[in-house]
C-alpha cells in the first residue's frame, strides 16, 4: 500500500481527494456536485479547488464529464483512506460511540504520522487477540464509553 506523508497534501485537499476516491470506489465516477454535496460546499467551491487539483496534477477534471484520480492523487487518497479506517478501527475497539469517533477520526487523520499509524495498528491487532486484556480496558473507561461492542 503506498505510504504518503500527511504533509503531501493541505487538510482540504486530502478532504476533497478521500471524497473522490470515495465517490468512485462507490458509485463508479465522481461528479463536482456529488463532492460539493458530500462535504457540505457550495459547488462554485468545490469547481475551483479541483480545477486547483488539476492543475496540480492531482485529478484529471473535464466540466460536465466529472473527476478522475490520477496515480499521485490516487495514493494520497488511499493513504488517508487508510489512515482514517485504521482509526476508526482503532478506536471503535474501546466501544466509544460513532459520533465521538468520527468527530475524533477527522481530527486526527490528517495530522498523524506513519510512524503513530503502525503503533495504532500494532496495539489494535494485540488487543484483538487478547479480549481479556480489552474488555479491562473498557471497564476501566466505565462510563466514557457510551457503547459497548
Given at each position: 500500500?503506498?505510504r504518503?506523508?500527511?504533509?503531501?497534501?493541505?487538510?482540504?485537499?486530502?478532504?476533497?481527494?478521500?471524497q473522490?476516491?470515495?465517490?468512485?470506489?462507490?458509485?463508479?465516477?465522481?461528479?463536482?456536485?456529488?463532492?460539493?454535496?458530500?462535504?457540505?460546499?457550495?459547488?462554485?467551491?468545490?469547481?475551483?479547488?479541483?480545477?486547483?487539483?488539476?492543475a496540480?496534477?492531482?485529478?484529471?477534471y473535464?466540466?460536465?464529464?466529472?473527476?478522475?484520480?490520477?496515480?499521485?492523487g490516487?495514493?494520497?487518497?488511499?493513504?488517508?483512506?487508510?489512515?482514517?479506517?485504521?482509526?476508526?478501527?482503532?478506536?471503535?475497539?474501546?466501544?466509544?460511540?460513532?459520533?465521538?469517533?468520527?468527530?475524533?477520526?477527522?481530527?486526527?487523520?490528517?495530522?498523524?504520522?506513519?510512524?503513530?499509524?503502525?503503533?495504532?495498528?500494532?496495539?489494535?491487532?494485540?488487543?484483538?487477540r487478547?479480549?481479556?486484556m480489552?474488555?479491562?480496558?473498557?471497564?476501566?473507561?466505565?462510563?466514557?464509553?457510551?457503547?459497548?461492542?
Amino acid at each position: 500500500m503506498p505510504r504518503v506523508s500527511p504533509s503531501t497534501a493541505s487538510r482540504a485537499r486530502e478532504d476533497y481527494l478521500e471524497q473522490i476516491h470515495k465517490l468512485i470506489e462507490e458509485k463508479g465516477y465522481a461528479r463536482v456536485v456529488d463532492v460539493a454535496q458530500n462535504l457540505g460546499i457550495a459547488q462554485a467551491s468545490v469547481t475551483n479547488m479541483i480545477q486547483r487539483l488539476d492543475a496540480d496534477g492531482l485529478v484529471n477534471y473535464e466540466k460536465y464529464r466529472g473527476v478522475v484520480l490520477t496515480e499521485a492523487g490516487l495514493d494520497i487518497a488511499v493513504a488517508i483512506t487508510d489512515r482514517h479506517e485504521t482509526l476508526t478501527r482503532f478506536l471503535e475497539l474501546f466501544g466509544l460511540d460513532d459520533e465521538t469517533i468520527y468527530d475524533d477520526v477527522e481530527g486526527m487523520e490528517h495530522h498523524v504520522s506513519e510512524l503513530t499509524l503502525e503503533a495504532f495498528r500494532a496495539l489494535q491487532e494485540e488487543l484483538e487477540r487478547q479480549p481479556a486484556m480489552l474488555n479491562r480496558i473498557r471497564k476501566r473507561m466505565g462510563s466514557h464509553s457510551k457503547k459497548r461492542a
